[in-house]
């Protein structure tokens, strides 16, 4: 009989126990489903903003390249001109070569580095050094290839040679 009534007392407190875990379990549950739901959501928006990465990029590429189009389809015609002079090809390169202009500056695109300006090491790439006393020190005083750039983003430094 004592061994009844210890297995009672045994029972009577784990089915309260139980019965207080029952909430707690439940809440877990729920959590534990919404932390799944929630990292779900988020793997969700990193797929969806890569892609969306992907397009912006492949529209801005395409909006680049169609403002060069009229720029290809001129080459392409001086190309298969036929019996042209010297002076009429010279003519249609310096069209194209405006045509180029306006498309850089459709696109904010500025040329820089000029003979003259004053050298700066962060757009200008100094290949040669020259001495010239007319000019002053670390001052431009050849250019071998313009520099290019975005607003104040360089896209390409300036090939220059430097004085003094």
Known sequence: ???????????????????????????????????????AEFDNFKKRSQREREEAWLNAKAELFKAFLPVMDNFTRAAEAEATTIEDYKKGIDMILEQFAGVFAANEVAAFGEVGEAFDP?????????????????????????????????????????AN
């Open 1 to 39: 009989m004592k061994k009844e009534k210890n297995i009672e007392q045994v029972e009577e407190p784990q089915e309260e126990i139980t019965a207080e875990l029952d909430p707690v379990v439940e809440e877990l549950k729920a959590a534990k489903d919404q932390l799944l739901r929630l990292a």
């Open 122 to 162: 962060n757009c200008h790439n100094a290949v040669m050094h020259i001495e010239d006393e007319k000019l002053g020190k670390n001052v431009i005083a050849a250019v071998y290839s313009k520099g290019y750039r975005v607003k104040d983003k360089v896209i390409r430094d300036a090939m220059v040679g430097v």
